[in-house]
């Protein structure tokens, strides 16, 4: 869907983004990560042409978007910041009907589209939608943001450390949400973050960035596997590095056949979590279940330990 | 972060109020020591044979009959009690408004009760005692309002009030023998003539600084190089004293009026209102340059960027979010030239540009006081109204934010 | 030193040679007279009327200094903590008073001369100063204040040694607005009679000599640049032994 081709940036002779080149594909979920001043955010915003490339294109389904008059690319694509942005003057449904009105949406089509998205993010509109930004908890503001960015229906959302300025318990629920409203939309989503877990957490694919470069670009288990070498290694971290590829595979892939004793586990619960609960009862193995209820197999802590061990 | 309890305060209401123990109000102490002095120990009100002589001075007791003076005294003395030893601020409002019910129209019954009848020349003024127990009333009433922390509509609603308790005084005619009024009696075309100018003045360099200075400001907010230069022009010209600033406008003027005739057909002149609105037009605009400036500036920059990933035009990111956020501060350098302006226009009379002025320089001239508190007072008035509306103009504007 | 430095520097030397030596700028001046009048004020020394000027508003200034500071301290104390509300309208409705109209109340109260001109820089001046001593030592961070108070410091010593320190650059903003204002403002005070180069400006107007309205509305306005770069070098120094760019307060 978006083909980033040799895309470089420079400022004042010092450059910010250094040749990158990478393709996202519609419906995943792409994360680049690095450290504050790699070049991540700028790259981001070369994307909706917040930021003109020095040189280097993109193209969104094929289209160059220097083609696109900015405004009308940017109605397009859902932009979600750090601290959300939202307008301190305008109430939550004023925040969130802003690029439909930008659009010339009906009134009615507006209410019901600003309608669903409260109810969507667990926001009841009778209480939510009058409010303004300032009289919500730092969480709700940060779902507001997101139902902004998602308003005028765009097949591309981009967002810039969406949660960067939430506490962890907050943080984790507004991740899962975010997944789902993926899963629900097929929203193709580009996300900039400086926390690995969460690239882990959220990315299909994982873009590495350090000093203006991208070094590696990947699933989270190739990146885990086979880091390049230096920067890449150090920040999938070495120690971490088996329970974080349990944690990408399922119990379905480490399923042996056979019976066994005890509460079963879902097939589709990751091996980390497994590994854990297996440890937790003393046990070697488990039985498998699958979303129906019915005993698949089992799986054992062997089993499980050969999926963390390092691929020849 | 805990807020300072500053050691040995006692503890602090959110409101910000300290609660003290039991016993005196200290400012109440001072309001009724105030009062004391007041009635006591200086004249009530002044009386001259006429208006540029030397006047003798007038005890209450002197100025009043005696059921007047003694129903006064007990009055103001019972509002110094409770000043002192009752601490319900809605009580102590009331008990301060009352003694300025009951001092304005006493001052009217002294000039009364002092003029000979018949007798046009004669003179009674307010004195020491006047002032002195207006102040402590002032500041009693200043300080209940503070505490009330009245909103918006509130503080409209009590400006309102006050000058329509004025304007009943007034038109009851109760104190058409105290001579301010005495003296506007005589004068009465020409001051609202000069009134009116000083309105003009003051409203209409403001209205050419708005229309100027605002999309300037918004050209000095995209260009970071013409705000340096222009905000440093603008200071520059905020040092040059006024009269003299006035004067020196009178040669460009004076040179426009002689040589286009159109320019002189419009009224410019060297001399009289023209230069007067320039210079005040001047002045006006770095207030408002620099806070159509400072309130687009300040605008956030995580709304601002977000405005512009929605993709935002500018105007709409300009019209749609800067200037909504940037209003309560823009309308706060326009409070800052309103009453500026009202100030300034005093001095338009010196070169002929009219305005309440006028008076006062007359007066000065003539050593007349009153002649310079007619001009002096209506001034004071307009510029306070004007704070106290545009203040609250700013809160309504600024109401659904943080 | 800068560019500013030296035009300020430039700005000085022509003004002391105008002042000193007035009649050597004639030619700058003939072009604005009419009928042979004269270029140069020539009813009393440009340089002892500026001495008075200065005069008048420093010593104003001083004295409005000294009230106000101690009146801002006062107020942030706990024992007059509950004025502090009540300071704060004062100031605001302070504001409301032109300049002029203090003057001109002044003058029946105390007579013509110094003494009405005085009085009105005084307490006009006093508003600044108040409601930056206000300012300052209000933003002093709680933290610092907690931390003070945590080594063992007295109220007084934290007045003195913290409070006030960090106040300093706040209140010298405060000073200079008051002095600024004031050098403009005192040349009114020549309509009641007081010595200064609104006399000049008066006399100009008086006789149609645009000559004397221009220098005199020059001095005051190149004595007023020429303070305000003084002073907020005062300013920035006091700031720097601070260690940054805390001057939110200070534009």
């Not at chain 1, 470089?8 to 250094?18: A, E, L, P, S």
């Not at chain 1, 109430?91 to 439909?100: C, D, F, K, L, R």
């Not at chain 2, 109440?28 to 002589?53: K, S, W």
Request: glycine fraction near 10%; include cysteine.
């Amino acid at each position: 869907m978006i083909a980033i081709e040799h895309l470089t940036k420079t400022i004042g002779g010092q450059t910010i983004v250094d040749d990158v080149s990478m393709g996202v594909e519609a419906g995943t979920l792409t994360v680049i990560v690095g450290t504050s001043g790699a070049g991540k955010s700028t790259l981001l915003r070369m994307i909706n042409r917040l930021i003109a490339p020095t040189s280097g294109r993109v193209l969104i389904n094929g289209q160059d978007t220097m083609a696109i008059p900015e405004d009308t690319l940017r109605h397009r694509i859902g932009y979600v910041i750090q601290g959300n942005g939202l307008f301190p003057h305008r109430t939550v449904s004023g925040n969130i009907a802003t690029v439909p009105h930008l659009l010339g949406w009906d009134a009615k089509r507006i209410d019901k589209r600003v309608n669903d998205l409260l109810v969507l993010f667990q926001l009841d509109p009778a209480e939510f939608a009058r409010k303004y930004p300032h009289e919500l908890s730092g969480g709700q503001q940060q779902r507001v943001g997101v139902a902004r960015a998602l308003a005028a229906e765009p097949t591309l959302l981009l967002m810039d450390e969406p949660f960067g300025a939430l506490d962890p318990v907050i943080r984790s629920k507004a991740q899962e949400d975010l997944l789902s409203i993926q899963r629900r939309f097929g929203t193709t989503i580009v996300l900039v973050t400086h926390d690995m877990e969460e690239a882990f957490r959220l990315g299909d694919r994982i873009a590495v960035m350090d000093d203006a470069r991208l070094l590696q670009y990947g699933t989270p288990a190739e990146l885990l596997i086979s880091p390049a070498e230096g920067f890449v290694e150090r920040l999938v971290g070495t120690t971490e590095r088996p329970f974080r590829l349990l944690s990408l595979t399922r119990v379905a892939d480490a399923l042996e056949p056979g019976a066994a004793s005890g509460e079963p586990i879902e097939m589709d619960a990751n091996l980390r979590d497994a590994l854990s609960h297996l440890m937790w009862c003393g046990q070697h193995m488990l039985p498998v279940r699958d979303a129906t209820g019915a005993i698949r197999g089992r799986v054992s802590v062997d089993g499980i330990l050969a999926h963390a061990r390092k691929p020849i | 972060m805990i807020a300072p309890a500053r050691d040995r305060g006692g503890p602090i209401r959110p409101d910000g109020d300290v609660v003290v123990g039991s016993g005196v109000d200290r400012l109440g102490a001072l309001v009724a020591m105030m009062i004391g002095v007041g009635l006591l120990a200086v004249p009530l009100v002044t009386y001259r044979a006429n208006r540029i002589v030397a006047g003798d001075t007038r005890s209450v007791m002197e100025a009043l009959p005696l059921v007047g003076a003694v129903g006064l005294i007990v009055a103001l003395v019972a509002i110094a009690g409770i000043a002192v030893l009752v601490r319900q601020p809605p009580l102590r409002l009331a008990a301060a408004a009352i003694g300025m019910a009951l001092l304005f129209p006493a001052i009217g019954w002294a000039a009364s009760y002092l003029t000979p009848p018949g007798n046009t020349f004669a003179r009674v003024s307010p004195a020491a005692g006047f002032w002195l127990i207006g102040l402590a009333l002032a500041l009693l009433l200043a300080d209940c309002l503070t505490r009330l922390r009245f909103g918006p509509w509130e503080r409209l609603a009590s400006l309102a009030l006050a000058f329509a308790l004025l304007a009943v005084l007034l038109a009851s005619g109760s104190w058409n023998d105290v001579s301010l009024v005495r003296e506007y009696a005589g004068r009465a075309e020409s001051f609202w003539r000069e009134g009116r100018q000083h309105l003009f003045l003051a409203l209409g360099s403001l209205s050419a600084a708005i229309l100027i200075g605002f999309p300037l400001g918004v050209l000095c907010h995209r260009a970071r190089i013409l705000k340096g230069a222009t905000l440093q022009v603008l200071n520059i010209i905020q040092t040059i004293p006024s009269i003299a600033l006035f004067g020196i406008l009178m040669v460009p003027l004076g040179y426009l009026a002689a040589v286009s005739p159109l320019a002189h057909a419009l009224g410019i002149r060297g001399i009289g209102a023209a230069p007067a609105l320039v210079a005040l037009f001047l002045y006006s605009l770095l207030p408002v340059v620099a806070n159509t400036v400072v309130g687009l500036d300040q605008v956030a920059a995580p709304v601002v960027d977000a405005a512009r990933g929605m993709g935002l035009s500018r105007r709409q990111q300009l019209f749609q979010v800067k200037l909504p956020l940037a209003f309560p501060i823009i309308l706060t350098g326009i409070r800052i030239v309103l009453v500026q302006n009202l100030g300034l226009a005093t001095v338009a009379a010196l070169i002929g540009g009219g305005g309440l002025g006028t008076f006062i320089f007359q007066g000065i001239g003539q050593t007349a006081m009153d002649l310079v508190l007619l001009g002096a007072i209506p001034i004071v008035a307009m510029a306070f109204a004007a704070a106290v509306v545009l203040d609250a103009v700013v809160d309504l504007a600024s109401g659904v934010r943080p | 030193m800068g560019w500013a430095g030296i035009g300020r520097l430039v700005v000085f030397a022509l003004l002391v040679a105008f002042l000193t030596m007035p009649d050597a700028f004639a030619f700058v001046f003939e072009p604005l007279t009419e009928n042979n009048a004269p270029a140069i004020y020539n009813q009393g020394s440009l340089w002892s009327l500026t001495v008075s000027h200065l005069t008048i508003v420093f010593g104003a200034g001083l004295a409005s200094t000294v009230l106000a500071v101690a009146l801002g301290i006062f107020v942030t104390r706990p024992s007059g903590l509950e004025f502090l509300p009540l300071s704060r309208s004062l100031v605001n409705i302070g504001q409301t008073f032109p300049p002029i109209a203090v003057l001109a109340v002044a003058v029946p109260l105390v007579g013509f001369g110094e003494a009405p001109t005085f009085i009105a820089l005084f307490l006009y001046g006093l508003l600044p100063i108040f409601e930056n001593t206000l300012g300052g030592l209000t933003q002093v961070p709680p933290l610092t204040l907690d931390a003070a108070r945590g080594m063992g410091m007295g109220p007084t010593r934290r007045l003195f040694s913290v409070e006030l320190p960090l106040a300093l650059p706040v209140i010298l903003a405060g000073i200079r607005l008051s002095i600024i204002i004031n050098l403009g403002t005192a040349t009114i005070g020549s309509t009641v009679a007081a010595k200064g180069l609104g006399e000049v400006i008066i006399a100009g107007l008086q006789s149609n000599n645009l000559a004397f309205v221009l220098q005199g509305g020059l001095v005051v306005a190149l004595l007023a640049v020429l303070i305000h770069g003084l002073m907020g070098g005062i300013e920035r120094f006091a700031l720097r032994r601070l260690g940054g760019e805390r001057g939110g307060a200070l534009a």
